[in-house]
């Protein structure tokens, strides 16, 4: 005689679960984050040990001086964050994750949930040891900060929270086109191109609009003084989420319509 089993119930809390063992088992995750971490302290380190005053430089602001390492961090987490969706696509496993997720949008919430949080910690870790180390060899020039020094600790955290956003935003990229090179392609675009044509255009609404286009967004949240060509630290805070909620809305009604 054989008993019948319950099925289990599928719950945001089990959903979570999934998604963070699934990202913990692909490869690329730990690639990618240790990527993040190497290059972004070791292009620290290196613009520390080569750093002279009054070689042309003395006018960058000095968090984005030591923090120039999230160039490669925009591309890594952002890749990430398309293969975690539309990786999924690719090898077919997507079915299988819809099949024990019927409503869908639960695994889509959990994947932003968990690659957001990931990406956070990861950077804001590794943005506070890179900082101090770099400025080991700062101390004796005109680049010389502490972490208590006015807007030092804010724009580690916020070039953190940015970088953490993108990582989601380019998700949710993976999951509109459901193809890792056409993500790819789109988030380039998006956050690297976008702002530099918009920029060669005549138009005065578009110079007040490139501030908050992606790309300059999280530059601002970089700097511990934004310049006043910049948006706020708030404002680029504002403007990253919402580009962020954008993308993943539409991925999420996307979801819901197509066929898996």
Same mark, same amino acid.
């Given at each position: ?5 319950? %099925?289990?119930?599928?719950t !945001? ?11 913990w /088992?692909?490869r ?7 990527l993040?971490?190497? @290059?972004?302290?070791?292009?620290? #380190? ?19 001086l ?10 890594i *987490? ?5 293969l ?5 696509h690719t090898?077919g496993q997507?079915?299988?994750?819809? /099949? ?13 949930a968990v ?6 910690? /990861? ?6 040891? /890179? ?8 101390? $004796?020039?005109?680049? +010389?900060?502490s972490?208590?020094?006015? &807007?030092?600790a ?5 070039? +953190?929270?940015? @970088?953490?956003?993108? &990582? ?5 990229? &993976?999951?509109l086109?459901?193809?890792v ?8 675009? *998006?956050?690297?191109?976008l702002?530099e044509v918009?920029? @060669?255009?005549?138009y005065d609404?578009?110079?007040? +609009?490139? !501030? ?13 003084? %934004?310049?006043?060509? #910049?948006?706020? %630290?708030?404002?680029?805070?504002? +403007? ?6 954008a993308? @993943?809305?539409?991925?999420?009604? *996307?979801l819901?319509?197509? $066929?898996?």
């Amino acid at each position: 005689m054989t008993t019948a089993t319950a %099925p289990v119930a599928v719950t !945001p809390a089990r959903v979570l679960r999934a998604e963070w063992h699934k990202l913990w /088992t692909l490869r690329s995750t730990w690639v990618s984050l240790a990527l993040t971490v190497v @290059l972004t302290i070791g292009t620290g #380190l290196l613009i520390g040990a080569s750093y002279e005053s009054g070689g042309g430089d003395d006018d960058i602001d000095t968090v984005l001086l030591v923090l120039l390492g999230m160039q490669f961090s925009q591309v890594i *987490l952002g890749t990430l964050g398309i293969l975690a969706t539309a990786g999924e696509h690719t090898t077919g496993q997507i079915r299988a994750t819809m /099949t024990a997720v019927p409503r869908r949008l639960p695994v889509l919430w959990s994947k932003a949930a968990v690659l957001g949080a990931v990406g956070f910690v /990861t950077v804001l870790i590794t943005n506070f040891l /890179t900082f101090p180390l770099a400025q080991t060899f700062l101390a $004796d020039t005109n680049q +010389a900060a502490s972490l208590s020094d006015p &807007g030092v600790a804010r724009a580690l955290v916020t070039n +953190a929270a940015g @970088l953490a956003l993108l &990582g989601v935003l380019a998700l949710g990229l &993976g999951s509109l086109v459901r193809s890792v090179s056409a993500g790819i392609g789109a988030l380039i675009g *998006l956050v690297m191109i976008l702002s530099e044509v918009l920029s @060669l255009l005549p138009y005065d609404f578009v110079d007040d +609009a490139t !501030p908050y286009l992606p790309g300059k967004a999280l530059e601002a949240l970089t700097y511990a003084d %934004p310049t006043p060509d #910049l948006a706020s %630290p708030t404002g680029a805070f504002l +403007a990253m989420a919402l580009w962020t909620a954008a993308v @993943l809305g539409l991925a999420a009604v *996307l979801l819901k319509r197509r $066929d898996v």
